[in-house]
């Protein structure tokens, strides 16, 4: 018995609602403007209007995206060659350096993967670099010992 006052008064609400929306509308008058950006004052060549300068946006935005790819990619390619040139002089620590600078940057998939790649290349090259100085070292070491041990 609780749930028919409930009820009546929703009913009450929901013809109010009807009876207010339903209403008569108001002709609209010459003095209202038309939709910014349209020129005929229909909302649908307002829509398509709106709809060509986000496309015309969007082509812009896309160019310049290109743009800083490219501009990417160019200082990218140009890390790269400096490390290789400096890994050919033996200069492992400056070509890491580089190597860890251009990975910084926003890359390509193929990019990261090439970066990852002279990485790794670099460390096997460095590891192999320092395991002959030893060896050489360490050669030098037991020629001088030798020559030591016969001149007694």
């Known amino acids: 018995m609780k749930l028919q006052p409930q009820y009546s008064l929703a009913t009450l609400l929901l013809g109010l609602a009807c009876a207010i929306g339903c209403g008569p509308k108001p002709e609209p008058s010459s003095s209202t403007s038309t939709p910014p950006g349209s020129s005929t004052g229909t909302p649908a060549a307002g829509l398509a209007e709106a709809a060509s300068k986000a496309a015309e946006t969007v082509q812009q935005v896309a160019g310049q995206a290109q743009a800083a790819a490219a501009v990417a990619g160019d200082k990218v390619r140009e890390l790269v060659d400096s490390a290789k040139k400096l890994a050919g002089d033996n200069k492992w ?15 390509t998939p193929e990019q990261r993967s090439m970066i990852d790649g002279l990485i790794a290349q670099f460390k096997d090259q460095m590891s192999k670099a320092a395991l002959q ?19 007694k």
């Open 93 to 107: 620590e400056e070509a890491m350096k580089l190597l860890q600078d251009a990975k910084a940057l926003q890359l």
């Open 133 to 151: 100085q030893a060896k050489d070292k360490a050669g030098a070491e037991v020629g001088k010992s030798l020559d030591g041990l016969l001149k």
